[in-house]
């Protein structure tokens, strides 16, 4: 602001004479009945040109009045707008016209090697229009609007939302429209308080004291009567000069230092970086009147930290992260700061009463086109009031949940205790219901309600769609199985809630893939294979694949481009760090002979799946091969499914060989069951952790229960000469909460119901853990075929005692009693004795209990 402020000042006393000539024009007629437009492209016949610059023109014509604003969406009204009484004199109203960045091949922005000037620093804005051009009514003094019409004769001028302005044309507003704005606006003693605040007494509105304001003015007229053509050089030390930049320190200072909301120390420079990205990015942001992208959360008087970082966690987990920045609105904040213009949303998240002062700044909000999600909180207004019901507090009910498509969507979710009734006020046409119990009562427990002329809407919500399972409210081991069933669900549901409040809740970008680094537990190893590469790739380094060519590379500092089908490998091993992977954890935890000794890792890839192909095949078979990734952007699952792996997943590929004439040879598809064992005793055999409920599900998943996949596994297989090549894909959840559920998560639970202190576990534990016991567990099947295996399988499944349909959903019931010599399941039909059945796909549905035979 103050560097705008000295270049306005010094570029109205020493700029061109173009610049003198829009402020004289402009002040001596302004009080006539006369309109000035500065626009891009050629005037009308009966408008007079006063100005060329460049491509740009300003004119003057006939005064244009401005008397239905019946189309218009107020904003909001300025401290100079009363019903009773027009703009004061020394103000001009008019009309900004900006179009998107794209139309005629236009820039998005003004030329960013000039001053920039922000038109909403020199104007109030009144009302706006959408659509294409884009239109919006402001008022400003007389000098603020030249200053305002000469940044866009100069390619100067930046629109917040992202547009270019188009044209700026002066309008005399008649008094019935005057007082349409002013029937939206909160009373001018209320807003002359809050422009107390932003401009103290004695200061115009851009901070500049009366007395420097007046030599401003006395410069201009000097420079207009002299027409400009005679200036003299200032230096830093001009006492004029430094004296009007202390002054104008001291006057931003005055009339700022009361009005910032107390957000974090780097809150600004984040939200001009964000405010840069957007115009970059061409974003057409919601608030429309150049609002900043801030999220506000209230929670009344509790101050716990851990309340606000839930909250927030849960919120990050549905918008899209890097389009908004998430702050704690504090109690004594509501009424001092101006958070109103500079929020997109306000959740409110507390039971306390809501202070009745505090109440009318949230009903402000929604006035001036707010926007207000309510989580289980005391707020309400309108058609609807809060009704008590104690016992439904702290216990998890099962709700219908109403969708913009008109389909509805069941789920189970914790209840404040409160539900909503029809007010004895309001306006219950305001009122529509998105939730009710599934009780006798059908009591509503999510409502949405409108507000005003302006778009302020609020979805209030009784049911708690912060809380999951992990919840200290949840009572018993049915509510914590309920809550995680239904968590996708409740975050699917929040997610259109936001969306439906206007907020983008669509997945950010996916993350650029990164380089593989080489790495062994074992010096020797490494060592060794870094000797067979020598005569195995071409001079560049490159070890040429269908799927994914790896070039071999000695460091990072070696520029090679990631691509799907292109990875450099980092073959020196001091310079590797990661805060997801740590190869002294995997060492310590891999007790193999063979499997899992040459590692490569990597922070993202599109599948680990395609890493191992152009090495498994000629690779000695001692060098055991495994991929391991943080992220995948292209993971695989049976039947085609692709999904993006988040961080916290454990996900690898490991490569086996397997002679065809031996035990596990002749029966290849018992491997995936063999890798899903492995990974429950990964977990189960740690002592202390035996107990946890993981469990296998037939043919390749892993399980909390019978309730929930928590992970699974893939298994491709290549028959050259008398060996299988094996790949064998798996991934579980060990600390990702979401959408489902993890293996840390179960750990938290057996630590709260049992009164342990287990810790959590980490992914390269467990992956180097998986691998040892798998290689245990081919051993023993290779020695004792699959009696050897099936006591331990038998004891982690889920199977036991279910009974399925076969061949479809009414067909003959069937109990499972096992797997075959072969790996398939085998069932019991009454009549019929025991027959395999077959997986169709996905056809196997855990809660309906079905099994289609394939034929």
């Known amino acids: 602001m103050l560097i705008t402020l000295c270049y306005l000042y010094l570029w109205a006393r020493w700029g061109p004479r173009s610049a003198a000539l829009v402020r004289s024009t402009v002040r001596r007629l302004h009080r006539s009945r006369c309109s000035f437009t500065f626009c891009a492209r050629q005037p009308h016949p009966e408008e007079r040109v006063c100005?060329?610059?460049?491509?740009?023109?300003?004119?003057?014509?006939?005064?244009?009045f401005l008397d239905d604003l019946n189309r218009w969406s107020g904003l909001l009204v300025s401290p100079f707008i009363h019903p009773e009484k027009l703009l004061p004199a020394e103000h001009i109203a008019f009309v900004t016209e900006s179009i998107s960045a794209h139309t005629e091949n236009l820039q998005k922005g003004p030329d960013s090697s000039k001053e920039i000037v922000k038109w909403s620093d020199f104007c109030s804005p009144l009302a706006y229009k959408p659509g294409e051009p884009f239109k919006l009514i402001a008022e400003a003094s007389v000098d603020n609007f030249s200053s305002l019409g000469i940044a866009f004769l100069e390619d100067r001028?930046?629109?917040?939302?992202?547009?270019?302005?188009?044209?700026?044309?002066?309008?005399?507003l008649e008094e019935s429209a005057l007082k349409e704005l002013a029937q939206e606006a909160p009373s001018v003693e209320e807003k002359s308080t809050d422009m107390d605040a932003v401009t103290p007494a004695g200061k115009s509105g851009l901070g500049l004291a009366e007395e420097d304001k007046s030599k401003l003015e006395e410069e201009r007229e000097h420079e207009e009567t002299e027409g400009g053509e005679h200036h003299h050089l200032h230096l830093s030390s001009c006492h004029e000069c430094l004296q009007l930049e202390n002054s104008t320190i001291e006057s931003v200072k005055f009339a700022s230092a009361e009005n910032i909301p107390e957000l974090p120390e780097d809150c600004g420079s984040r939200r001009e970086e964000k405010e840069h990205e957007c115009l970059q990015k061409g974003v057409k942001r919601i608030n429309l009147a150049g609002k900043p992208p801030n999220i506000l959360i209230y929670l009344g008087s509790e101050a716990a930290k851990g309340r606000f970082e839930q909250v927030k966690s849960v919120l990050r987990e549905c918008i899209d992260a890097e389009s908004y920045t998430v702050y704690q609105l504090h109690q004594e904040q509501v009424l001092r700061d101006p958070w109103l213009e500079n929020s997109l949303l306000l959740l409110i998240a507390t039971e306390e009463p809501i202070p009745e002062g505090i109440h009318k700044q949230f009903m402000k909000f929604l006035a001036k086109g707010g926007k207000i999600l309510g989580l289980s909180s005391s707020f309400t207004f309108g058609g609807v009031q809060l009704k008590h019901k104690n016992k439904l507090r702290r216990v998890v009910h099962e709700l219908v949940v109403s969708r913009k498509d008109s389909?509805?969507?069941t789920l189970n979710l914790l209840v404040s205790g409160?539900?909503?009734?029809?007010?004895?006020?309001?306006?219950?046409?305001?009122?529509?219901?998105?939730?009710?119990?599934?009780?006798?009562?059908?009591?509503?427990?999510i409502v949405h309600l409108t507000h005003g002329s302006s778009g302020g809407e609020a979805i209030l919500s009784q049911a708690h769609l912060e809380l999951d399972s992990n919840s200290m409210d949840v009572q018993t081991e049915e509510d914590f199985n309920l809550l995680k069933m239904s968590n996708s669900k409740r975050y699917e549901v929040l997610r259109e809630i936001l969306t439906c409040l206007g907020l983008s809740c669509e997945l950010s970008e996916i993350p650029e893939l990164t380089p593989i680094h080489l790495l062994s537990p074992d010096e020797e190893i490494h060592l060794a294979f870094l000797k067979w590469l020598e005569g195995n790739v071409d001079a560049e380094g490159l070890r040429a694949s269908s799927k994914v060519s790896l070039k071999f590379v000695s460091s990072c500092e070696s520029k090679v481009e990631v691509t799907p089908s292109l990875v450099p490998v980092i073959t020196e091993m001091g310079s590797f760090s990661s805060e997801h992977f740590s190869l002294k954890t995997y060492q310590q935890h891999l007790q193999?002979?063979?499997?899992?000794?040459?590692?490569?890792?990597?922070?993202?890839?599109?599948?680990?799946m395609h890493l191992l192909d152009g090495l498994m095949f000629e690779l000695p078979e001692e060098m055991g091969l495994i991929a391991v990734a943080v992220r995948q952007t292209q993971g695989k699952g049976r039947g085609g499914n692709v999904w993006l792996s988040p961080v916290g997943c454990a996900l690898s590929t490991l490569h086996i060989s397997i002679p065809l004439h031996s035990n596990l040879g002749q029966r290849i598809p018992f491997i995936q069951h063999l890798v899903s064992l492995a990974v429950v005793e990964a977990v189960r055999s740690i002592p202390g952790y035996e107990d946890i409920e993981l469990r296998v599900k037939w043919p390749n998943d892993i399980y909390?229960?019978?309730?929930m996949k928590i992970g699974g596994v893939l298994v491709n297989s290549t028959l050259i000469e008398t060996t299988f090549h094996i790949l064998i894909g798996f991934g579980f959840n060990v600390n990702n909460s979401n959408p489902t559920i993890c293996i840390n998560d179960l750990i938290a639970k057996f630590n709260r119901e049992e009164g342990t202190e287990l810790k959590p576990l980490s992914a390269d534990c467990l992956i180097a853990r998986t691998v040892t016991v798998l290689e245990r567990l081919i051993e023993v099947f290779q020695e004792k075929g699959?009696?050897?295996?099936l006591p331990q399988y038998y004891k982690y499944w889920v199977h036991s005692g279910k009974r399925v349909r076969l061949r479809s959903e009414d067909g003959p019931l069937a109990w499972i009693v096992g797997i075959d010599d072969y790996?398939?399941?085998?069932?019991?039909?009454?009549?019929?004795?025991?027959?395999?059945?077959?997986?169709?796909?996905?056809?196997?549905?855990?809660?309906?209990?079905l099994i289609v035979p394939k034929h």
């Open 157 to 172: 001028l930046q629109m917040e939302n992202g547009m270019v302005p188009h044209r700026i044309v002066s309008v005399h």
């Open 704 to 707: 909390y229960s019978d309730l």
């Open 407 to 409: 389909t509805e969507v």
């Open 823 to 849: 790996g398939y399941l085998q069932v019991h039909q009454e009549g019929e004795g025991v027959e395999s059945v077959h997986p169709d796909g996905n056809s196997f549905d855990m809660l309906r209990n």
């Open 418 to 445: 409160c539900v909503f009734e029809e007010g004895i006020k309001g306006d219950a046409s305001k009122v529509k219901v998105l939730s009710r119990l599934k009780n006798a009562a059908e009591d509503m427990v």
């Open 592 to 608: 193999t002979k063979k499997l899992g000794k040459i590692l490569l890792f990597t922070e993202v890839t599109t599948t680990t």
């Open 51 to 64: 100005l060329r610059v460049g491509g740009k023109v300003f004119c003057t014509g006939e005064a244009q």
């Open 786 to 789: 699959p009696n050897g295996v």
